[in-house]
């Protein structure tokens, strides 16, 4: 049966952990084995008299499918930092991460550097992707009960620099844009703009491109 009921594993794994100090502030470390890849976590952890940690965490190429089968197959790697502690109403964390070259469902995933925090504030997140000729920068933030803003952008590049786009789209030309919006439980608003200039795709030449849209669902 499923090691834990309400999220059953569909393979074996191993794990390997140690405890090392005196109560209440230990030392500590994680190992996690799948079939396919490992996690780590190393670090100190205070028991009393609330719960605190600070890890470091470290994934090392590890598909999903080795935990459900259902999850999508993947090659991860990230390392990070992590830390843990008790506030007035909930546990806070905040994370700084970099997602070394990775994949999912056979794509290749390019760097990703990023930032997360969630606290009486509420949630702030901040990443940035690494990959020539796709700038693209994410901002996410949200009260702790409420409705949380984003705003991706990709910032100003050429999009014959870009591998990635030169074999989605095949065109040429510079452009930047943003998409800012609000998710609201299940209701997600949104708008996006999109601007360019020198755009040429196949037979077709535009010199400035300007487009705007809205989503709401």
Do not use: C
Not at 49 to 63: G, S, Y
Not at 66 to 78: E, G, V, Y
Not at 167 to 190: C, F, I, N, W, Y
């Amino acid at each position: 049966r499923g090691l834990i009921p309400d999220w059953p594993l569909d393979h074996a794994i191993a794990i390997e952990h140690h405890l090392t100090g005196v109560a209440p502030r230990l030392t500590m470390s994680a190992t996690v084995h799948t079939e396919r890849g490992q996690a780590k976590a190393a670090g100190s952890l205070t028991v009393a008299p609330e719960i605190e940690a600070d890890l470091d965490v470290d994934v090392n190429e590890l598909d999903l499918t080795a935990l459900r089968s259902d999850w999508p197959q993947t090659k991860l790697s990230a390392r990070s930092a992590v830390e843990i502690w008790q506030g007035q109403d909930h546990p806070n964390f905040e994370v700084n991460a970099t997602i070394l070259p990775s994949e999912a469902i056979g794509t290749e995933l390019p760097p990703v550097d990023f930032r997360g925090t969630f606290d009486e504030r509420g949630l702030l997140v901040d990443a940035t992707l690494h990959e020539r000729g796709l700038p693209l920068h994410l901002d996410v933030k949200g009260p702790p009960k409420g409705p949380i803003g984003f705003e991706l952008e990709l910032r100003k590049t050429r999009l014959e620099e870009s591998p990635r786009l030169t074999q989605l789209v095949g065109a040429r030309g510079t452009v930047l844009g943003t998409v800012k919006g609000k998710l609201d439980g299940d209701h997600v608003e949104a708008t996006t703009s999109v601007d360019g200039s020198g755009i040429v795709y196949g037979d077709v030449d535009v010199d400035v491109l300007r487009a705007r849209g809205t989503t709401d669902f």
